[in-house]
Structure formats: C-alpha cells, structure tokens
C-alpha cells in the first residue's frame, strides 16, 4: 500500500520513499506494519515519557473513555481539572499559583506572551539566538534558531540577543528597557542540540529583570518533568521565573500545554488566548495519571539510574574523531557530529538513516541539524541502553572505516 499523505517527516525520513509505518507499541520498543521492532530513543519528541502502552495509564483512561465525558469546552472547567491543578501543584514551585491551560507548547507559548504585553501593557519582547519556542506567530518570532523562522513571521517587536552573552544582553536590555515587556529564554536549548544556559548568565538575567521590574518567562516545554534530573530547568539552576511555560510530557503523549505564573501577574485578558480543544477532559486526565504515576515510581530516581548509565555509553563515542562534543544531562543527550570530516554538510540524517535501518530511532536537533538526539523513555531498561549504544557503535565504527 502506498500513501500520498505529505507530512513533516524530517530529514531523515526524505533519504527513504518508505519510511517505517508503526502500528503499536511497548515501552521503549515500537513495532511497525512489518512487525518489525524499533528501540524509541526520540520518545515522540520528548512526549511519550513513559514508554507505550503503559498498563497503568491505559487502564485508567479506558475508564475515562467508557464514562463518555471527553470535553467541556474552553469556556467552563470540570472536576477533572481541578483534581489536575491539585496534581500539578505538587511538583511546581508554591509561587505559581494560576494557570492558563493550552493544546500544546507552542500555544502555551503565545498564552504567556500575550499575557506580558497585558500585565505590563509593554510590547517589546527579549529572546535569543537557538531558541525555539514553537511555530506559531509570536511563538515563531521569539524563536531565534536557525531556519525555524524562515520569515514567516517577523515582528521588529522581538529583540534578539546572543545566548550566554550577558554584556549583549545588558546593552539590548539598556537600549529596550523602557518598552520591554518580558525576556523568553528556555534554561537548555534543546532543539539547538540540548545547549545549557551557563549559571550566572541566567542568574544574572533573573537579578536584572527583577531590579527593573520585567517578567521573566522560562519555556519549559522540552525540560519540564525530570529530563534534567530534576523536576524543573528552574530547580537545576535554582532560579525561578515569573511565568513557566510547559508541554510535551505533560499529558504524556497527548496534546496539552499550560502557562503556570505567579498571582501578582495581571490576568484577566478574556479571549486574548483560546482554542477549541484546550483542556480536554482526556488529555487532563492523562496528565493526571501521569503525575499520579511518576509520583508513585519515584521516577527522579529512575531517571538518575539512566543518566548514569546514558553518560557511561557515551563515553565510549568520544574516540570517533567525528564525534565534537557530547552533551546531555538526565534522560536527554546529543552527540554533536563534526560535519567537516563529511562531503555532506547534511551527513548527520544520513547516519540517523543508518541507525534508523538498525532499528534505532533517535531524533533531529541541532543548530545545522548536526545533532543526534537520544531521549528513551523513563521506563527505559538498562539492557535497551545497552543495545542502543551497541547500535550507535557498529554504525559509527563502519563510518570510521570509510572517513
């Protein structure tokens, strides 16, 4: 059977006219039409955190499902919700005490601009080089990374400043101050190729912000829910903003966003930000299940044991002279391929096409696309580590030979 459906497939994908067609899934494995099986090391981009088929989360949501009470519009909330909020409550900082529920990152993206232009009545927004924020319109404007833009959608509003360079972002900030709402920045850039913000830059962005009274809005869609090894970027850095943007593994693979904030923040802006579909009922209670879940399993520690596992097998690229840099922290890592040694520019999605026909499944990121992205879900088995890496190495050892 061929398909004629056009679909943003990645790179890697176009390399191949018949990419692999799943049919299901269990844990970390994925299974195609073939019933051949796959090791998930993208996690749907970074949303499916808990594997597939999750036995907890699939009994439960059935139970949801047969009750027959999927959506109460955007407009009125349900018991549903608030059993969320109180779940959610108990992972985020006590200073964020409202919430604006969204579809997905990118949309929470736009509820949180939005709501700095109305607190502060300010349009004027800071971001910087290699961030990604989403694809929407101000979500794309606040989006500095290469190639994401692309001039869709341009806003002389939105200021850019070069990433981990304070004294850029001191002389922007001077230049901007007076018409400036907020600063957007995500702690780890991870479409960028998981970039870590340095400590006292971010510090030093929260000490500024706070001095001349600007809001601070961190985006922690991708670092949200343990990928750091922590729940939050914000408990890693130890630096709290004034609005939390969150996504992906929040509904643990279904679609949910939701903008988190302190109470001073002037909120009452109705239908500055809606959609049809915010909040169903079936995504909350996935997400409900989801926190329930990953409370009960301890899942810090879990994450701990695969970071530490994660960060052995990685040592063992560094002996590839095409490897540049490996980076990565909890469940997320890259490793960064040095495009000079490779008449291709774009030789990255060609190894990923490699470890794709090996049965590995590992996602794009990168400033060029020159990143390789392992994200296994938390449920991850110690020996699917292995045989990941066992992958990776025959993969990168044939390329040796030939370079």
């Avoid at 095409?322 to 469940?331: A, L, M, N, Q, Y």
Wanted: aromatic share 14%; with cysteine.
């Amino acid at each position: 059977m061929r398909y004629n459906y056009i679909s943003n497939l990645g790179k890697y994908f176009r390399l191949t006219k018949y990419p692999p067609i799943f049919t299901g899934g269990k844990n970390e494995i994925l299974i195609d039409k073939n019933g051949l099986k796959y090791l998930d090391f993208a996690c749907g981009s970074g949303t499916t955190v808990l594997g597939h088929q999750n036995n907890f989360i699939i009994k439960n949501l059935n139970k949801v499902v047969n009750r027959g009470f999927l959506h109460s519009g955007p407009h009125f909330l349900s018991t549903d919700h608030y059993k969320f909020f109180n779940e959610l409550s108990n992972f985020l900082d006590k200073k964020f005490s409202i919430f604006n529920l969204a579809t997905n990152g990118s949309e929470a993206t736009e509820t949180a601009l939005k709501l700095a232009f109305h607190h502060t009545g300010k349009r004027k927004i800071i971001y910087f080089d290699g961030s990604y924020h989403g694809r929407t319109g101000y979500a794309l404007a606040s989006s500095g990374m290469k190639g994401i833009n692309n001039n869709f959608f341009t806003n002389t509003n939105f200021i850019k400043c070069k990433f981990n360079n304070i004294e850029d972002f001191k002389k922007k900030f001077i230049k901007y101050k007076k018409d400036l709402a907020a600063v957007i920045i995500e702690p780890i850039q991870a479409t960028s190729g998981f970039i870590f913000s340095e400590t006292n830059f971010l510090k030093e962005i929260r000490r500024i912000t706070t001095q001349h009274n600007k809001l601070l809005i961190f985006d922690e869609v991708w670092t949200g829910f343990g990928k750091t090894g922590f729940d939050f970027a914000y408990n890693y850095y130890k630096i709290k903003p004034d609005i939390l943007i969150l996504g992906k593994s929040l509904a643990c693979g279904l679609p949910l966003g939701l903008v988190a904030f302190t109470k001073n923040i002037n909120h009452n802006f109705p239908g500055a930000q809606s959609s049809t579909f915010q909040g169903n009922i079936l995504a909350i209670n996935s997400s409900i299940l989801f926190l329930k879940y990953i409370k009960k399993i301890k899942y810090l520690d879990k994450i701990e044991k695969i970071s530490i596992n994660m960060k052995a097998e990685m040592k063992k690229l560094t002996k590839f002279k095409f490897v540049k840099e490996i980076r990565g922290i909890g469940f997320m890592w890259g490793i960064e391929i040095d495009t000079k040694y490779f008449e291709n520019p774009d030789y990255t999605n060609i190894i990923r096409y490699n470890l794709l026909k090996n049965k590995l499944i590992t996602w794009e990121c990168g400033k060029n696309s020159n990143v390789i992205g392992l994200i296994p879900p938390i449920t991850t088995s110690i020996s699917s580590i292995k045989e990941a890496f066992n992958i990776i190495l025959k993969t990168f050892n044939k390329i040796n030979i030939e370079i």
